[in-house]
């Protein structure tokens, strides 16, 4: 995997975003190794996953569509969502990476789904615990994703559900699918 090639591409981000890119690539490599996850995917997939974050939202559009990506009411409704699948569709088609669990680990990794991979589940933290992240309640998310990905993974469910119902906005029911199904398999 050419990393470099990868890395380059970030600077057609802003700072931050890039700095944030990085970060996640190196999160993503340390959960990778401690769940027994592929470190070089996720690696690419954490420097890869905010991709086009910053795209203008008509060419994100555009590349969704051209992907064939099919948007839900909800996700025509929500373009905070659309930097994933742009970026998935981006990493497939613009990179040429034909890698399944890569392409899903950026295609979920803003609302998580149920069935995700140990993959999916490192990118979906890394995002949530990066080391520039200073929201509330950091430091409590970064704990359970210590103890393992699932615990990580339902404390940042109840942390973003409860503030998109706070604040009046639309849930990606793979939100909601991706909580009940780890809340149901600790009580198995």
């Not at 890119?21 to 996850?37: D, M, T």
């Not at 979906?124 to 990066?130: G, H, I, P, Y």
């Not at 393992?148 to 906005?169: H, V």
Request: glycine content about 6%; overall charge negative.
């Amino acid at each position: 995997m050419d990393f470099e090639r990868y890395e380059k591409e970030l600077d057609r981000l802003s700072d931050y975003r890039r700095i944030h890119s990085l970060n996640v690539a190196e999160e993503a490599v340390r959960f990778a190794k401690k769940y027994s996850a592929d470190p070089d995917k996720a690696r690419l997939a954490g420097l890869l996953h905010d991709i086009t974050k910053e795209t203008d939202n008509d060419l994100q559009l555009k590349i969704i569509e051209k992907g064939g990506i099919i948007l839900t009411e909800l996700e025509r409704r929500s373009p905070k969502l659309w930097h994933a699948m742009s970026g998935a569709v981006t990493v497939r088609d613009v990179y040429g990476i034909d890698d399944e669990d890569i392409f899903n680990a950026v295609l979920y990794h803003t609302t998580a789904r149920a069935g995700m991979s140990t993959l999916e589940k490192c990118i979906f933290l890394a995002d949530f615990t990066s080391a520039e992240r200073s929201y509330p309640d950091i430091d409590v998310i970064r704990r359970y994703a210590e103890v393992s990905l699932e615990e990580g993974m339902l404390y940042g469910l109840k942390f973003t559900i409860a503030r998109l119902s706070g604040r009046g906005d639309l849930i990606s029911p793979n939100a909601l699918a991706a909580y009940n199904e780890i809340l149901l398999e600790k009580k198995h």
